[in-house]
């Protein structure tokens, strides 16, 4: 699901006041980093991830992993924090993050 800018900016405005929910280590990327966050994707749809112990130039590789391996979409990235959405087509309609 391709997000257009008006999703995109109702996603920033709820995410704005989130914490975030998953944070790598030292080590990067690995499979129980990725399994926090597609729990967390399964039961929040959207989350904050803070990347931690990387450098720069390799925040960017690492959100477009995370994106390809669950499914997700990069609503916004400042810094460290990545937001990302995924729908959860399995929630019920009231618990769901509802774009416009």
Partial sequence: MRLNESQRRHL????HDLK???RTGNAGLTEAVMAEIELALESHELIKVKL?????ADR?????????ETGAELVQKVGQVAVLY?????RKPGQRVSLP
């Fill in 12 to 15: 920033r405005r709820l995410a």
């Fill in 20 to 22: 975030p929910v998953v």
């Fill in 52 to 56: 931690v112990g990387l450098e720069r």
């Fill in 60 to 68: 960017q590789p690492t959100i477009e992993q995370i994106c390809v």
């Fill in 86 to 90: 995924r729908a959860n087509p399995r």
